[in-house]
């Protein structure tokens, strides 16, 4: 005899300005200066933008595109967009112009809602944009220029024109509310497409204890970025918690970083782990800083690649902060496991802790995860023992939108997430690599990303990939490519003699190359597909 309300996000929303009405929310705009609301502000603001898509012909199920950074504005767009019972599709501007395009036609959105940062790519892609009605530069009157976009609307004129009075409507929970699409390294990108149920549900399981730990004490620098999987979830996690949400925009400089981090008080922080490369990187650089007293960061989330161990153990000696590794993907909503520690771990040597801290956590209940070998079957739990990783659950993907790629599950419903990696006896994962970047040398598996972890862990490595390379005897053998520090000098025996205590004797990488930057994919990763053609004729000393 339980109520059945639907699960909505637009409750999330009127919860935040009912009970946390006057908790901030802070972003560094696109123009500059620091701007600062409220949830009642931003509630009010949804409502009036939720009346203007009303008033452009927006329905239920119309998308609405967003090429936008973290800010105030893109987070109305959340709740506008989505509470009003459309989709908001934020598409990641970071893509080639092509991709935008085709995903852009492919959701078809009717709107495009768009940051200045962008307004030449807009103008480049609006004549082979046929389905979008409009293009709204997420500006005010001031800051509109003369461009030949057609149909270019400014967003606070239209907020200005609107009421602030809005009824939320209900409707049924499994409705969708939000698109994401995700470039794998072949074929389309592929469109991800969230409920309102899954979504709600996400939030619950990511401010859990267990999941990101998440309350209204918090202050949270939201540095993923809003385009990539949800933003990992925070705008809906912050409103059902009431945290104060501090946005970047599009300055994600190690500068900047710091100063958000240091002027909101930021308690939790989220992001990829180059960010904190370049936020390391300006500490080291700048005299005059008090990062130890002036950054108060007591946790953070670092995920969507590997989290090196130096990283990790830098956030705990230097701030006491500790990082909460966690794996997910764009199909998850993201969250799948986060890496908080059992009640047996309390008082762990610091040495300890950074290695439990390494794997990629545990998973949070709502996910089914498993491990299987090439035949399907289940691997045991003995954090040796490495296979494909398989999730289900409520907020994980049962298909792509418009049936691209086909089926995604098996009979079962398991959804084969391309990852691969072990599970230990208390059930922490630990992701040894994506399935095609795994190093297949005579038979055996090497995992690029432990080799990566180690090299990163020398001084003078600013970042490491590692790629398996043509050898006639072992098929393949892992070459290690590295971007040295500035002004550090490292050479390639060095560097093995460095790595020989560290691995495994037979997955030493048989060479070293250094470059200058490695290629990055539109959300942070090492672009391995890239290196592999790249170093497609390079020849091991080896072989
Ligand atoms: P995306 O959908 O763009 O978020 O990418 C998801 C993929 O990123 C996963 O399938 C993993 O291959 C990778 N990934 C995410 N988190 C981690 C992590 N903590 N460690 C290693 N790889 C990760």
């Not at 199909?331 to 300890?352: F, I, N």
């Not at 060095?494 to 994919?521: C, G, I, N, Q, S």
Request: charged share 20%.
């Amino acid at each position: 005899l339980m109520q059945n309300r639907p699960l909505l996000i637009s409750s999330l929303l009127e919860h935040a300005a009912a009970f946390h009405g006057d908790t901030e929310i802070v972003t560094r705009t696109v123009e500059g200066p620091i701007h600062r609301y409220t949830y009642a502000a931003l509630a009010r603001r949804s409502k009036r933008l939720a009346n203007a898509l009303t008033r452009l012909g927006v329905t239920s199920g119309t998308r609405i595109g967003t090429l936008a950074w973290n800010t105030h504005r893109h987070l109305e767009l959340y709740f506008g967009v989505s509470g009003m019972g459309a989709v908001l599709h934020t598409v990641n501007p970071r893509l080639f112009a092509e991709q935008i395009e085709y995903i852009v036609n492919h959701a078809e959105d009717q709107y495009l809602f768009f940051d200045s940062s962008f307004l030449d790519l807009v103008e480049r892609l609006a004549p082979s944009l046929p389905k979008v009605k409009g293009f709204i530069l997420l500006a005010d009157r001031a800051r509109m220029p003369a461009s030949g976009i057609p149909n270019l609307l400014c967003y606070e004129d239209l907020l200005a024109g609107e009421s602030e009075a809005f009824d939320w409507p209900s409707f049924d929970e499994n409705t969708a509310s939000s698109l994401c699409y995700t470039s794998g390294t072949t074929g389309n990108p592929k469109g991800v497409l969230y409920s309102h149920r899954s979504t709600v549900l996400h939030s619950f399981a990511i401010c859990q204890r267990d999941g990101f730990n998440l309350g209204a004490e918090d202050s949270v620098l939201v540095v993923v970025p809003l385009f990539h999987a949800n933003g990992w979830g925070m705008p809906y996690g912050a409103a059902m918690c009431g945290a104060k949400l501090v946005f970047p925009g599009p300055a994600m400089d190690g500068k900047s970083i710091y100063e958000l981090l240091r002027d909101e008080q930021c308690s939790f922080s989220l992001a990829v782990p180059t960010v904190w490369l370049g936020f390391f990187q300006y500490i080291d650089g700048t005299s005059g800083l008090q990062p130890a007293t002036e950054i108060k960061l007591e946790r953070l989330v670092i995920g969507g690649s590997a989290a090196p161990q130096a990283m990790i153990r830098r956030f705990a000696e230097q701030f006491g902060a500790y990082v909460l590794h966690a794996w997910g993907m764009t199909e998850m909503s993201p969250l799948g496991t986060s890496g908080r520690p059992l009640r047996k771990h309390a008082g762990l040597p610091l040495d300890q802790r950074i290695a439990l801290q390494s794997k990629q956590g545990r998973v949070i209940y709502g996910v089914e995860l498993k491990i299987t070998d090439d035949s399907g079957a289940e691997l045991p739990h003995d954090g040796i023992a490495f296979g494909d990783i398989k999730v289900r659950g409520p907020w994980i993907a049962a298909g792509y939108f418009r049936s691209e790629g086909g089926a995604v599950m098996d009979a079962d419903g398991w959804f084969a997430t391309g990852d691969v990696g072990t599970l230990d006896g208390d059930g922490y994962l630990q992701i040894t690599d994506r399935s095609k970047d795994v190093i297949k040398s005579g038979g055996e598996w090497i995992s690029s990303i432990d080799l990566e972890n180690a090299a990163i862990g020398h001084p003078a490595v600013q970042e490491a990939a590692v790629i398996g390379v043509h050898h006639d005897k072992w098929q393949e053998r892992p070459l290690l490519i590295v971007v040295r520090k500035p002004d550090a000098t490292l050479d390639r025996d060095t560097l093995l003699e460095y790595l020989r205590p560290l691995v495994a004797k037979w997955w030493l990488p048989d060479d070293v190359v250094f470059v200058t930057e490695l290629p990055h994919t539109a959300t942070g990763k090492l672009q391995k597909s890239k290196l592999r053609e790249q170093f497609k004729e390079y020849r091991l000393p080896t072989d």
